[in-house]
């Protein structure tokens, strides 16, 4: 991959969740290609293979239930002997699920058959604040014991829901949300450790988790993108490349070596349009 600038990672072993996803993908290849060994966790251990394979040497792929305690225990005691301690942990793993959102933006009591507030599931909304709260919590209460007594460096995932909560998802917006103020807290109560915790908020980028809501089966935009694109100052999706200087430079103790608690969005100007 092409870097738009490079770090020194060398002696970094860096721990990336959902990296079988194209952005952490990308991610555990951008620290990789900086020096850092990689440890790519996805509970689809094909996905993060086929990552780590395309890495090469500096590169273990770790099939990891983020949601199961004694598996990510689990996983952390095979980083470890592989690589070592950890001094970096990417929390994205995350994600959104259809039974938490709605058919429409707006309460249409007299829209027979669809999927309204009320309707969505409990199950869901469970789903979807433990898929990004709890992963999160519960991956960095096991990989951020190697960071305390040494320092280290927390990058969570956010997104763009946290500063504007998005029409049909409430779940996924309330979750990122709550990433977003964990990140705070973490930074805080880190502080005294060393270990640094901040966070990226993506704005829209076109992924395997969001394509079919963005482009139809043949390749054109839905009314979604083109709300989207009306709200981004840019008018553009991000690449995945637009995320990479951010995440080297929070990686990077030298250059980002006072900055903590911080949530930054990569967005083309979404965070910021009012809309007039």
């Avoid at 001094?87 to 007299?110: Q, S």
């Avoid at 089966?217 to 083109?226: E, I, L, N, S």
Wanted: charged content about 15%; some cysteine.
């Amino acid at each position: 991959m092409k870097l738009p600038f490079k770090v020194d990672l060398t002696n970094q072993v860096a721990v990336v969740t959902g990296a079988g996803g194209i952005i952490c993908g990308e991610f555990a290849k951008a620290l990789a290609e900086c020096g850092a060994k990689v440890a790519l966790l996805d509970i689809n251990l094909a996905g993060a293979q086929a990552m780590a394979d395309q890495i090469g040497e500096n590169a273990f792929a770790v099939k990891c239930n983020c949601l199961d305690k004694a598996d990510i225990e689990r996983a952390k005691a095979e980083v470890n002997a592989k690589f070592g301690a950890v001094t970096m942990l990417i929390n994205g793993a995350g994600g959104n699920n259809p039974r938490a959102t709605c058919d429409n933006e707006y309460m249409t009591p007299d829209l027979e058959g669809a999927k309204d507030f009320f309707a969505l599931e409990e199950s869901g909304l469970k789903f979807v604040f433990d898929l990004n709260i709890t992963s999160a919590f519960l991956v960095t209460q096991v990989f951020a014991v190697d960071m305390v007594k040494t320092g280290g460096n927390i990058i969570n995932v956010s997104s763009m829901n946290a500063f504007r909560p998005l029409t049909k998802i409430p779940a996924y917006s309330a979750a990122k949300a709550g990433v977003s103020n964990f990140t705070q807290w973490l930074a805080v109560h880190f502080a005294p450790c060393n270990i640094r915790c901040n966070a990226i908020a993506p704005g829209f980028f076109v992924t395997n988790q969001n394509r079919a809501l963005l482009y139809t089966q043949d390749g054109q935009p839905t009314a979604r993108t083109g709300k989207i694109l009306a709200a981004t100052p840019m008018k553009k999706f991000g690449e995945i490349d637009d995320l990479i200087g951010t995440l080297l430079w929070l990686a990077d103790d030298q250059a980002s070596g006072f900055v903590t608690g911080v949530i930054i969005p990569v967005d083309g100007g979404f965070s910021s349009y009012s809309g007039v």
